[in-house]
């Protein structure tokens, strides 16, 4: 598989008045085309800052991060609009991630639109779209708080997929929903994998999950990568006492 994105060096500092927190120190990693990739560590280990990173949503104090080869920290105008459409972030509270005010097809032909796509062409996409993560049409004309929370992470998948990214980041996209609809939502993205060879970053704290759709796993600890294998390999046989500890307090 040839890779898709290359992280190296990333560090990143938050400082609070006279704190600082090192979030993300001296991280690196890649990702292959087609390759689901699974982020996991306690809380505060830097996960989310990692994705932030890479979406451009927190701008790193150090390091690199290419996409298809091409450095993409400190792009800017069309060039940035361009990479960051190639990478797209699905978050925890799906009805968070959409304008009350919005009806769900609107949120999910925005983007589509900004990219210079026709209203006409975007609606018939969004459908599409809605579609594929199992939703009827009749969904693109409902308000976030018409739907239920399962429903409304699909239209955020919807929207993530619509304008079919490169690259999809997950952070503990299903954490909020019950098992069911957490099982659905994973199948759903193991389908998209398969079907679009689109390569996915998954923050993901169940560990049953991240075995069953992951192929490979990253652990973090206080910013830090501290080991990396294949999900058998860090959940059955982990070698970092970090990581045994962590897998006993999931387990
Ligand atoms: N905007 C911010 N300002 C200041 N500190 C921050 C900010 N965002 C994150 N942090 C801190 O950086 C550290 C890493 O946070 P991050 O959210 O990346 O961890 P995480 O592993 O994703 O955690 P969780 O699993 O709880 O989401 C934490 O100590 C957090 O409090």
Same mark, same amino acid.
Do not use: W
């Given at each position: ?26 991280v690196?990693?890649?990702?292959c ?7 996991? %560590? ?6 989310? !800052?990692?994705?932030?990173?890479? !979406? ?12 298809? %080869? ?6 800017? %105008?069309?060039? @940035? ?19 009350p ?13 900004? @990219? ?16 594929i ?30 304008? +079919? ?10 954490s909020?929903l ?14 998209? +994998? +398969?079907e679009?060879?689109?390569? @996915? ?21 206080? %910013? ?8 058998d ?10 990581? +045994? ?7």
């Open positions: 598989m040839s890779e898709l994105l290359a992280v190296s060096n990333l560090s990143k500092t938050y400082h609070k008045g006279k704190i600082s927190i090192h979030a993300v120190d001296d690196s990693f890649h990702l085309k087609g390759e689901c990739l699974a982020l996991v %560590g306690e809380s505060g280990s830097g996960k989310s !800052t990692v994705a932030k990173m890479i !979406t451009g949503l927190e701008a790193a104090d150090k390091g690199e991060i290419r996409l298809g %080869g091409k450095d993409i920290i400190g792009l800017s %105008g069309k060039a @940035q609009r361009e990479v960051y459409r190639d990478i797209q972030m699905v978050f925890q509270m799906p009805v968070d991630s959409f304008n005010r919005i009806k769900l097809g609107d949120g999910i032909m925005e983007s589509m639109i900004n @990219q210079g796509i026709s209203r006409e062409e975007a609606r018939v996409r969004a459908i599409k779209y809605l579609n993560c199992e939703l009827g049409p009749e969904f693109a004309d409902r308000y976030p708080h018409q739907v239920s929370g399962g429903e409304c992470q699909r239209a955020s998948i919807a929207r993530a997929i619509a304008i +079919k990214p490169q690259l999809l980041i997950c952070d503990e996209a299903t909020a019950d098992v069911t609809v957490q099982a659905q939502i994973m199948k759903l993205l193991t389908q998209l +994998k +398969k679009l060879g689109m390569s @996915q970053l998954m923050i993901c704290h169940d560990l049953a999950l991240v075995q069953e759709v992951c192929d490979r796993v990253l652990v973090m600890h206080h %910013g830090h990568v501290v080991e990396e294998g294949t999900p390999e860090i959940i059955i046989n982990p070698q970092q006492d970090y990581t +045994k500890k962590l897998i006993e307090s999931i387990l």
